[in-house]
């Protein structure tokens, strides 16, 4: 498993029971139940090919520490329109947003807003497929599965803003044209 301490938060790559994933966390907190580092046993992917998806992500993020617009390799295995919801994600100009229902429409089922939602709550790759550039139709909305009405939605809340913020930062867009 690897740890970035990026602005408000820690960002965490590893392995879960379904393969490769990341989790944002409060500073210093811990990772998720049952998340770890590469080489430990996940079915049904082969060791070596595990541990280089793991490198092939932990590469990505890298990428995207010195240049937020940047994307994943490729998309998680999901359901076909997660995957479109994740891919449609990926084209949102950085730092701007789009609501559930614009990402619905956006992966060719505009009536599918509250499935765009369950598929942006299921990115296993976030940031690579920036869920934090979707939003409420009232508002930044949730985040990372929270409600703005939980207590503890207030660093995760704080985490979305700091990283459209982050992408509309002059040195986010790279150099003058």
Known sequence: MKRWSLGPADLLAGLDEHGVCTAWVEPGGSAPKGMCGAGAPVDPIT??????MVDEVIDAIER??????????RLPAGPPFHRACWAAACLITPGSTVTYAGLAAMAGRPAAARAAAQAMARNRLAPLVPCHRVIASSGLGGFMGRSPSEGDAGWALGLKRWLLDRERAPAARGPAA
């Open 64 to 73: 995207w520490i010195i240049d937020p617009r940047a994307t994943p390799g």
């Open 47 to 52: 060791g070596s090919e595990r541990d280089m």
